[in-house]
């Protein structure tokens, strides 16, 4: 299952990028953002490589809550700062066959304004139910996108 969100910022694209980076270095300000745990980050040239844990407390349709033993999910991602694009991969450790989440988000910018766009694939590998499956994890990385999207105008001081 495919689907595009593009979400707008009435802020320049240095601030916006700026904003993306900062907030996970204040967790603590941000309630929206306390289920992520950022496990690494690196960074090879223009390459930021991270890798963190997303906890799924009691957000779980029981359909997927039954498949999995370990409640949260890895993302693992690249972001290319010369090109301003996060390539990700979302799924449960170690369990790749009850869904998984790949995608690709760009920002760009004109003047006082930028946005973000994400082009994301859900796939279940769960006989019979992996349909229900993707529109169930579809609407909730949706969710999750607007709650990030959230975390940033907050930030950026856009939205309150």
């Known amino acids: 299952m495919k689907y595009n969100v593009t979400h707008a910022f009435p802020v320049s694209l240095e601030k916006l990028l700026h904003a993306r980076e900062?907030?996970?270095?204040h967790l603590d300000q941000?309630?929206?953002?306390?289920?992520?745990?950022l496990l690494e980050e690196k960074k090879e040239g223009?390459?930021?490589i991270q890798k963190r844990k997303v906890s799924l407390e009691g957000s779980l349709?029981?359909?997927?809550?039954?498949?999995?033993t370990d409640l949260s999910l890895v993302e693992e991602s690249t972001f290319d700062t010369t090109t301003n694009t996060h390539i990700f991969k979302i799924a449960p450790p170690g369990k790749?066959?009850?869904f998984v989440i790949k995608g690709k988000s760009t920002?760009?910018?004109?003047?006082?304004?930028?946005?973000?766009?994400?082009?994301?694939?859900?796939?279940?590998?769960?006989?019979?139910?992996?349909?229900i499956v993707e529109k169930a994890i579809?609407?909730?990385?949706?969710?999750?996108l607007e709650k990030d999207r959230k975390s940033i105008a907050k930030f950026l001081g856009v939205e309150s």
């Not at 900062?22 to 270095?25: F, G, M, S």
Request: proline share 5%; no cysteine.
């Open 22 to 25: 900062e907030r996970y270095q």
């Open 138 to 144: 579809e609407e909730i990385h949706k969710h999750s």
């Open 61 to 68: 349709p029981a359909v997927l809550s039954a498949a999995l």
């Open 107 to 131: 920002y760009s910018g004109k003047g006082d304004s930028s946005e973000r766009s994400y082009d994301v694939e859900v796939s279940s590998g769960l006989l019979f139910v992996s349909p």
């Open 46 to 48: 223009n390459i930021i």
């Open 96 to 98: 790749d066959n009850v």
């Open 30 to 37: 941000f309630p929206d953002l306390k289920n992520v745990t």
